[in-house]
């Protein structure tokens, strides 16, 4: 048999997908790499990977797939006769195919460039399921190979070339062979939906490819606290719109000392008035200065003189002195002191509290451009499961329901993920009929209202669970369904076909907490557009509670020295050891902070035995 190398190309910059290592996204639990050369090796003998951390790199890095595709090849020994080239983000990619490509290019094949003779083909090359071709998919001839690149080399380098120009030669045959899903690559955030477990760090990522967010309306500005801005918020009005006085005090005009004159200014007062070099005016706080002001100052920095003091001053007999304190002082407020019409006061992302609420007002804004608050009705699965306030005794195999309350209410955990109203817990029987009902809408009250459906429960595989098998019955399109995380690794998102959005958590009560604090708050951030500055800290002795396949959610403490510390071991069947814990930390998987300290926002950076890792207010 012919000799069978390939080449595994893993150095692109996976632009589309933010800079990750593409090749370590993990696909169904595990990273598209290995799942590649897995394949691979299944077919090749020698496999060559290029890109960083594997057996070459091109030259110079991120010179594109054909520089790429000479490195490996030169990799590879010199008895390998056929090359398998495949890129790395072909999670389905199988044994079977990469076999179907190398016995195409062992068989004859009509040629493309004689008259009807047969020769074999130099090239076979994938098809996928839309009939696209695949270039980063085939099987070469060596020789082939070789002198394409030759070429390509000879008329300008290899370096920066599309991987299309490998085929772009009338004299090659190829041979093209239908393959369908294992050609489907992963190039988009969006392409991961619904694909098994994804990586924490991963979640918020895939639920704004995933899910569309909530429509922009505009609302007056103390109607929309809490609801997070679509568009710029931009000042209509500047900042004071007039000349105003900062403080009690005198309005004067030109050089000192000044004859008081004219009536007292109050704020509110907008008749005209002005001011001759010379002269001064009471000015109230706030009140517009009259025209010709130069200067302000307060009633701690003058001397008044003459008949009357106060109110009762006599006006033309009584002189105003600047004091010696008051050399360099001015409290005058000019037009646009704190911002100019046209500015912005904050950018899209941005929830608007109370405070912007307030701002908008002071720049004459009337209507924001927003999104949400984000409403959530909250049901709960399991027929074990009693209401919380349910007396003793209770049934044998009975439980009260100890997460739901916890979860709703204005200071429950969605709340503090960014919910901006959840309804109090209703219960869902575990029947098939029970949970198409409830996410077909059909449940009386269930869509009312609600951008999203929060259910706690159902989310594993059991005899009791519904949940999976009623979504495809109802036409859902699941967009998260796993993440590699403990607790809470069985939550699931889905698109419900009526618009609402399916936030499902593990019926587990430290799971449900954990995973509505983390991906609750990514899928707030999704619906609405909210940007958010993560909370980090750094922690020692990571490697100690780190999970090498997943991140994990600890309970995390003030250590009372300015910083914190963590639980090494929880229960997950009850809260108990989550009590007096004001954040939850997320400790990346393996606790390899310098790939990214946090594995829920991947920031961060340190050593395998500390780094900087978010912690998350989780009540």
């Known amino acids: 048999m012919t000799a069978v190398g390939a080449i595994v190309l893993a150095g692109g910059r996976a632009s589309r997908l933010g800079g990750v290592d593409k090749a370590r996204v993990t696909v169904a639990g595990r990273p598209m790499i290995e799942s590649v050369v897995g394949a691979a090796r299944a077919v090749a003998g020698p496999v060559v990977t290029v890109g960083p951390g594997g057996d070459t790199r091109e030259d110079p890095p991120h010179s594109g797939p054909v520089a790429a595709i000479a490195a490996g090849l030169a990799g590879l020994p010199g008895a390998v006769e056929l090359v398998v080239v495949v890129a790395c983000d072909l999670p389905d990619l199988d044994a079977a195919t990469l076999r179907a490509l190398v016995a195409a290019l062992r068989r004859p094949a009509a040629s493309t460039t004689g008259a009807g003779e047969v020769t074999a083909p130099r090239v076979a090359l994938a098809v996928d399921a839309a009939g696209h071709d695949q270039y980063l998919l085939a099987a070469w001839d060596r020789r082939a190979l070789a002198a394409r690149l030759a070429a390509l080399e000879a008329s300008g380098g290899v370096g920066g070339r599309a991987v299309r120009a490998l085929y772009d030669d009338d004299e090659e045959v190829v041979v093209r062979v239908p393959v369908g ?35 922009a ?133 941005t929830v608007l509290d109370a405070a912007l609420a307030s701002a908008a007002l ?75 009902d409830l996410l077909g809408g059909s449940v009386a009250g269930s869509t009312a209202g609600s951008d999203v459906l929060v259910l706690v429960g159902a989310t594993g595989r059991g005899v009791a669970d519904h949940l999976r ?48 604090a983390t991906t609750g708050r990514a899928l707030v951030d999704a619906l609405t557009g909210r940007q958010r500055t993560p909370v980090t800290a750094d922690l020692p002795g990571l490697a100690d509670v780190a999970n090498p396949g997943r991140a994990r959610i600890l309970p995390a403490w003030p250590d009372g020295a300015g910083g914190w510390r963590l639980a090494d071991r929880v229960r997950t069947a ?19 902070a310098g790939a990214g300290a946090s594995a829920y926002s991947g920031l961060g950076s340190g050593s395998d035995t500390g780094g900087r890792v978010e912690l998350v207010d989780w009540i």
């Open 181 to 215: 899903d294992p050609a489907r690559d992963v190039d988009t955030w969006a392409d991961l939906a619904g694909r098994g477990p994804v990586a924490l760090a991963h979640v918020g990522a895939v639920l704004r490819a995933g899910l569309a967010p909530l429509p």
């Open 217 to 349: 309306v505009g609302r007056a500005p103390l109607d929309a606290v809490g609801a997070v801005l679509a568009a710029p918020l931009v000042a209509a009005d500047p900042m004071p719109r007039g000349p105003v006085s900062a403080m009690d005090g005198y309005a004067l005009a030109g050089p000192g000392p000044w004859r008081l004159t004219g009536a007292a200014r109050r704020a509110g007062d907008g008749s005209p008035a002005s001011l001759a070099a010379g002269t001064a005016a009471r000015i109230a706080t706030g009140a517009l200065a009259p025209r010709g002001t130069d200067r302000v100052l307060r009633h701690e920095l003058v001397e008044v003189r003459g008949p009357g003091s106060g109110d009762a001053a006599v006006p033309g007999d009584t002189v105003v002195t600047a004091s010696a304190g008051a050399d360099g002082v001015d409290d005058l407020r000019p037009v646009g002191e704190d911002w100019p019409a046209g500015h912005a006061l904050a950018a899209d992302g």
């Open 362 to 436: 002071s720049a004459g804004v009337e209507r924001v451009s927003v999104r949400g608050p984000v409403r959530a009705t909250l049901v709960t699965t399991g027929d074990e499961v009693l209401p919380a306030d349910t007396p003793s005794p209770l049934p044998p195999g009975r439980i009260r329901d100890t997460v739901g309350p916890l979860l709703s209410g204005p200071a429950g955990v969605l709340a503090r993920a960014g919910f901006g109203a959840v309804d109090p817990p209703r219960h869902c029987p575990d029947t098939a009929e029970a949970v198409d």
């Open 469 to 516: 098998s009623a979504l495809e019955r109802v036409g859902a399109r699941v967009v998260i369904d796993g993440v590699r995380v403990r607790p809470g690794g069985s939550q699931l998102v889905a698109a419900l076909p009526d618009g609402r959005v399916l936030l499902a958590l593990p019926g587990n009560p430290l799971a449900a907490v954990c995973a509505a």
């Open 574 to 592: 009850h809260l108990a050891d989550l009590a007096g814990a004001p954040a939850l930390a997320v400790v990346p998987e393996g606790g390899d």
